[in-house]
Nanobody, 110 residues
Framework: VQLQAFGGGLVQAGGSRRLSCVVSGVSVAVNAVTWFRQAPGKQREMVAYILSGGTTHSIDSVKGRFSVSRDSAKNTVYLQMDNLQPEDTGVYYC?????WGQGTLVTVSS
């Protein structure tokens, strides 16, 4: 099982970004895919996830701004991030079947 996360970059506050987590070696729908982030100097935290049945969940600080979706045909899970704020800055990782992607950096400027 391999995961590749990409789509990060520099964005201004209020802007949007879509991250992708491409999974290979197993169906993306066989288990939950979870997005985490790690801000500078802070512990990694769970941001959002999508269960195998399609149910999604996100933490309170990103509710209404971030959404998780899945494209089973592309074996990819997305994290759509809208109205980004400087506190969303960090390295974003995806996790599936206990495997981690390499992380992609999102920097939000004020």
């Amino acid at each position: 099982v391999q995961l590749q996360a990409f789509g990060g970059g520099l964005v201004q506050a209020g802007g949007s970004r879509r991250l992708s987590c491409v999974v290979s070696g197993v169906s993306v729908a066989v288990n939950a895919v979870t997005w985490f982030r790690q801000a500078p100097g802070k512990q990694r935290e769970m941001v959002a996830y999508i269960l195998s049945g399609g149910t999604t969940h996100s933490i309170d600080s990103v509710k209404g701004r971030f959404s998780v979706s899945r494209d089973s045909a592309k074996n990819t899970v997305y994290l759509q991030m809208d109205n980004l704020q400087p506190e969303d800055t960090g390295v974003y990782y995806c996790n599936h079947c206990s495997r981690w992607g390499q992380g992609t950096l999102v920097t939000v400027s004020s």
